[in-house]
Nanobody, 120 residues
Framework: QVQVVESGGGLVQAGGSLRLSCAVS????????IGWFRQPPGRVREGVSC????????NTADSLKDRFIISKDNTKNTVYLQMNRMTPEDTAVYHC?????????????WGQGTKVTVSS
């Protein structure tokens, strides 16, 4: 069983940056992926980005590609989401999740989330 725990959320001013971390523990698979999602207040959850932990292939939402960067550190079993030039529209609870098949499609394990608030 894989566990994922998010951290790094908080309050940031518009135009600022924040880096979220997703720590992975437990039994991992040779090929799995970690995705980031967010749920703004009163809105549905949306996909942000995903990275394959074996080959590093990434996939980021088109609307966020120029500001959000996903990366990984396999030595620390941690995935990061660097968020730049943030706007109030980035305010949301951010979750990471593990896809055991590594395809960034169906996620098996979810974290509790970390709250991000961007002030104007």
């Amino acid at each position: 069983q894989v566990q994922v725990v998010e951290s790094g959320g908080g309050l940031v001013q518009a135009g600022g940056s924040l880096r979220l971390s997703c720590a992975v523990s437990g039994r991992t698979f040779s090929r799995y992926a970690i995705g980031w999602f967010r749920q703004p207040p009163g809105r549905v959850r949306e996909g942000v980005s995903c990275i394959n932990m074996k080959d590093g292939t990434t996939n980021t939402a088109d609307s966020l590609k120029d500001r959000f960067i996903i990366s990984k550190d396999n030595t620390k079993n941690t995935v990061y989401l660097q968020m730049n030039r943030m706007t109030p529209e980035d305010t949301a609870v951010y979750h990471c999740a593990a896809d055991y098949d590594g395809r960034c499609q169906e996620y098996d394990t979810w974290g509790q989330g970390t709250k991000v608030t961007v002030s104007s």
